[in-house]
């Protein structure tokens, strides 16, 4: 399977993409920086990417038409988070935030929709913060209403795309015990480590789009 993740520098993008190269998947791992690691494996195609510059998105479309020809598996990983009062929160970390968790999802879809075909799978991670019903946190008035567009978004592009057989699906996860969840949460502790959601991830993308498209998959063994 040819691979691309997002978010690839640490946390659940580092262990997902380390989990598919170590089943003998080709990946390409996108992130603005990079980890030893990545550089390091020979299954592993690492490009420094800004999701918002068509200069970068560029790169991608010409690697793959150059090397791959097609893509199998796309996981939007990357994002960005910002825990402030609302009242406190300036438009351009609203807009930052959003621009990451969202438009990086649009952007790069685009991208890769035309190396996408017949039973390919696009897994766009979201969270319980999105969820309508869920538990919400003070704070994440950014984050948690660009993790619910990105649920919208997969439901939209999963009808607008069933005919040509391209499948999309969103898991909504839980808290992870993740670098980007200590920065928002600091002292917060997590019962899910990344690489047992990484784990998850990869079986998902590989076996899911069997069984599920346009669905949002709660991974949460709590409440968010």
Request: net charge negative.
């Amino acid at each position: 399977m040819n691979v691309i993740i997002t978010g690839t520098s640490r946390g659940i993008g580092l262990q997902t993409a380390l989990f598919f190269a170590e089943q003998g998947h080709q990946v390409l791992a996108l992130s603005r920086n990079t980890n030893q690691q990545i550089l390091e494996n020979p299954n592993i195609t690492f490009l420094s990417v800004d999701l918002a510059s068509q200069e970068d998105l560029q790169k991608v479309s010409d690697f793959i038409a150059n090397t791959w020809q097609k893509a199998d598996i796309l996981i939007h990983n990357a994002g960005a988070i910002v825990n402030k009062p609302f009242e406190q929160i300036t438009s351009e970390e609203f807009e930052y935030v959003h621009r990451v968790n969202v438009f990086g999802v649009v952007n790069l879809t685009k991208t890769i929709l035309p190396f996408l075909g017949q039973g390919s799978h696009v897994v766009t991670i979201s969270s319980m913060g999105g969820i309508q019903g869920s538990v919400k946190f003070p704070g994440l008035s950014a984050y948690s209403s660009s993790k619910a567009a990105v649920i919208g978004l997969t439901e939209l592009l999963a009808e607008e795309y069933k005919d040509k057989g391209i499948v999309f699906n969103a898991l909504a996860l839980g808290a992870v015990q993740t670098e980007m969840l200590d920065e928002a949460f600091p002292g917060y502790k997590a019962n899910t480590e990344p690489y047992e959601i990484a784990k998850y991830i990869a079986n998902f993308a590989l076996d899911g789009a069997k069984f599920h498209n346009g669905k949002i998959i709660q991974v949460s063994n709590s409440t968010p």
